[in-house]
């Protein structure tokens, strides 16, 4: 094992020493790219995921969530196999998207408001690309599609419930806070919550911004190493490293728009590299494995890729 891990280290040291090699002989490039990676932090993650990141660290810390859905909890039992605060953290994820739905199962862990095994069970599915980057980002500025916007998300939530079917066996909901609910510890005054979700908020928003930097530069040295004979294959490179890279890069591509559809809606459903290393971080705080979101977002791509392609047969 000790082999295994050194050499994993040996092989990121390598990819850091290249990635500063890029990084010195092509000053502009990596500029640019820095740059793009800050304005989409800055522009769309920011604004759009900061305010629902406190608001869920506080309803979650209350405990409103259960209170606010319990009325359905039979509803979530019986078609989502969740409990109410569950369901909470599976909806505002796919509202909000990327890394939203993790983010909120980790807290939702932590605060011990749900399960290990429906913590894992969430990670199968509940993290997704949110509706206003399918809509803006992928069918209106890459593909130019928009009236393929109620079909595209049909497609992608009916992949989301059948990647929950796939796993719901294998992560029972037999130990949730119904039945066998912590003792949760007594909350703090309004105004240290209030701090405490704001500061919580800003550091992991800050980490996801370093992430989107960093894979941005390395989406530019990666697109202007690869070799020009690997010719339409560069687009979908690009976007298993970073999606809004490999998706614009797609778009930009001589393939059909029927195949850039197809494969645009896959990678956004898988996520990409970038994603998967926030992920990772959001979780980890928690303890929770990385193993499920991975297993579940491969399950997830597969059914999104094979939804695409009944729908492009369909019209």
Known sequence: M??????????????????????????????????????????????TLLPFMILSNLVIRVGTAERLLSPFAPFFRRFLH???????????GLLCGYPMGAKLTADLYREKRISLSEAQYLLTFSNN??????????LLHCLRLPQYTLA????LYSA?????????????????????????PPLPST???????????????????GFIILFSVLSAALGQCLPPALGNAVPCLLGALEISTGLEAIALCTLPMKVKYILSMSLAS???????AQ?????????????????????????????SLLFIQII
């Open 2 to 47: 000790s082999a295994k891990i050194l050499k994993t280290k040996n092989l990121l040291f390598v990819c850091i020493l290249l990635l500063l090699l890029y990084m010195f002989l092509e000053p502009q490039r990596s500029l640019e790219a820095s740059q793009r990676g800050l304005l989409l932090w800055f522009q769309t993650l920011l604004p």
């Open 82 to 92: 969740l409990s109410p605060a569950g369901a909470y953290g599976c909806l505002l």
């Open 129 to 138: 690309p949110s509706p206003v980057f399918i809509t803006t980002y992928v």
């Open 152 to 155: 595209s998300f049909a497609l």
């Open 160 to 184: 989301n419930y059948a990647t929950s079917l796939v796993f719901r066996s294998r992560f029972p909901l037999a130990d949730s806070p119904e039945g066998k609910r912590k003792e949760i």
């Open 191 to 209: 105004g240290k919550l209030l701090d405490i979700s704001i500061m919580n908020a800003f550091e992991t928003i800050t980490r996801l911004g």
């Open 270 to 276: 898988l996520g990409g590299l970038c994603i998967l």
């Open 279 to 307: 992920t990772n971080t959001v979780i980890g705080e928690a303890g929770l494995p990385l193993r499920p979101y991975l297993e579940g977002k491969l399950v997830n791509g597969t059914f999104t890729l094979i939804f």
